[in-house]
C-alpha cells in the first residue's frame, strides 16, 4: 500500500509517501489511521484528530469505512478550501 502525507501532515510525520503492509485486522479506513496513528507520537500528533483529516483511496475521497487493501494508493491530508 502506499500512503501519501499532504500539507503539515507531510511536515508532522516528517515524509511525503511511504510504501507499507498494514497489519492483516486492517481492512478499511478508519483502521488503517488507527494503526498509522499508533506507530508513534509523529503519526498520533499528526492524524489524531480525525475532524480535520480527509482521505482519498486511489485517487477517489472516501468515508471512513471504505475499504483497503495491498496495492492500494492512500492520500491523507487536511480538508480543503477554495479561493
Not at 30 to 47: E, M, N
Amino acid at each position: 500500500m502506499k500512503l501519501l502525507y499532504f500539507a503539515h501532515l507531510r511536515t508532522k510525520i516528517g515524509t511525503a509517501e511511504e510504501t507499507l503492509d498494514p497489519p492483516p485486522g486492517v481492512s478499511d479506513v478508519a483502521g488503517l489511521v488507527d494503526w498509522l496513528t499508533g506507530r508513534g507520537p509523529r503519526f498520533a500528533d499528526a492524524l489524531g484528530n480525525r475532524q480535520a483529516l480527509r482521505v482519498a483511496v486511489n485517487q477517489t475521497y472516501v468515508g471512513w469505512q471504505h475499504p483497503v487493501q495491498a496495492g492500494d494508493e492512500v492520500a491523507l491530508f487536511p480538508p480543503v478550501t477554495g479561493g
